[in-house]
Structure formats: C-alpha cells, structure tokens
T-cell receptor, first 116, second 114 residues
Framework: GAVVSQHPSWVICKSGTSVKIECRSL??????MFWYRQFPKQSLMLMAT?????????EQGVEKDKFLINHASLTLSTLTVTSAHPEDSSFYIC????????????FGPGTRLLVL | AQSVTQPDIHITVSEGASLELRCNYS??????LFWYVQSPGQGLQLLLK??????LVQGIKGFEAEFKRSQSSFNLRKPSVHWSDAAEYFC????????????FGTGTKLQVIP
C-alpha cells in the first residue's frame, strides 16, 4: 500500500515559536494532501486541503495565517504552526490522496505537538 | 452534507470472539465508505473501502464490512478477534462521483480481554 511519512513525530516547543511539520508520500505522487488535527479521544478534524502548486483550502474556523501550508512538490507538503501557543498542542495528522483511484486517503503516523 | 455515526464509543470483547462495529451514514446517494484503524499515538491505517459492486468487502487483517443501502450501514466484522486488534476504529464517508471531503465518525475504541 501507499506509504506516507511525517516528520517530526514528536515536538516540544516554547510558546511563541514556530514549528514546521513535513508530510511526504514515499512511493506515490500526491496531488492532494490533507491536514487533520485530532484532540484526545476525539475524531479527526480536517484543517485544510493542500493542492500541489496552489494555495491551500482551509476549513471554516481554521486560521490560515496561523497554520501555513505549503505543497511545493508532488511528494511533500508542510504545515507550519506560527507563533504556537499551548492551545495549539495537539496531534496533527496528514494524509495523501493516491492518484490511482483518487478517492482513498493514506495517512501519516502523526506528529504530536506540545507547546509549553 | 454527509455524516457518519458510530453508536458505540467503547466495546470490549474476549480474544477469539467475533466482533461487529457499527457504522451508519447519512447521504443522499451511494457514498464511498471506509474503515480505518488507529493504534495509540499512531496515524490511521486503511482496513477496507467500498466504492461500488459487491456489497461485502474484504479488507486486511481478516476484517470485512457489508454495505447495506436499506439500512444506510457499513458495519465492520471480524470472526475471531486477536489481542493485537485492540485499537480505535473510524468509519468514514465521502461523496461519490469525484473527490470531495471525507467525513469521519467519532470512533469506536476496541478493548480485547484474554
């Protein structure tokens, strides 16, 4: 199956700093990648849809200036949490849509962010 | 808009027993349906998917799911549960006919006891 990686898997940072999370599709090209946020004991909340070479589409209520998304290539999308605050602490998961059937998302292992 | 309901927040089964996790969806037409599994601190792994055709879908790790249009359900089953199946299971739905947003259920946490 298609493999998606995320880096880092764990990050702890001070309040006010920015954190970049990478999402890579390792064995396929992903024209579309997705960023989710998952709170403890809850389901996934879609934050934004990232299309290669164009601006990301953000879900309602997600601050685009807070969560910067860049999808510069067919295998890499990045999420930057700018000026992180403790309330941004969460589990961030990316997924990539495989082109063959176009409808299945393959998920990365997630990045746990803790802002002190 | 589509929605997904997983009525059971938490289920406990004995190892070797059969398992059925419920999923009901709301959508005007036949959607695309998925089941994912998430181990603690991990991302989601696709177990199986239904797009069209045979309504009984086989997945990985011995799981299967059956699409029942009349009941708007897509329940996940496994005949004999292993301790390694303990995890959180998410049902998801997406509109058919071109990609649109996937909606996830709230998840069912499976506990397996010896």
């Amino acid at each position: 199956g298609a493999v998606v990686s995320q880096h880092p898997s764990w990050v702890i940072c001070k309040s006010g700093t920015s954190v970049k999370i990478e999402c890579r599709s390792l064995d396929f090209q992903a024209t579309t990648m997705f960023w989710y946020r998952q709170f403890p004991k809850q389901s996934l909340m879609l934050m934004a849809t990232s299309n290669e070479g164009s601006k990301a589409t953000y879900e309602q209520g997600v601050e685009k200036d807070k969560f910067l998304i860049n999808h510069a290539s067919l295998t890499l999308s990045t999420l930057t949490v700018t000026s992180a605050h403790p309330e941004d602490s969460s589990f961030y998961i990316c997924s990539a849509r495989e082109g063959q059937d176009g409808e299945t998302q393959y998920f990365g292992p997630g990045t746990r962010l803790l802002v002190l | 808009a589509q929605s997904v309901t997983q009525p059971d927040i938490h289920i406990t089964v004995s190892e070797g027993a059969s398992l059925e996790l419920r999923c009901n969806y709301s959508y005007g037409a036949t959607p695309y349906l998925f089941w994912y599994v998430q181990s603690p601190g991990q991302g989601l792994q696709l177990l199986l998917k239904y797009f069209s055709g045979d309504t009984l879908v086989q997945g990985i790790k011995g799981f299967e799911a059956e699409f029942k249009r009349s009941q708007s359900s897509f329940n996940l089953r496994k005949p004999s549960v292993h301790w390694s199946d303990a995890a959180e299971y998410f049902c998801a739905v997406a509109p058919s006919g071109g990609y649109q947003k996937v909606t996830f259920g709230t998840g069912t946490k499976l506990q397996v006891i010896p």
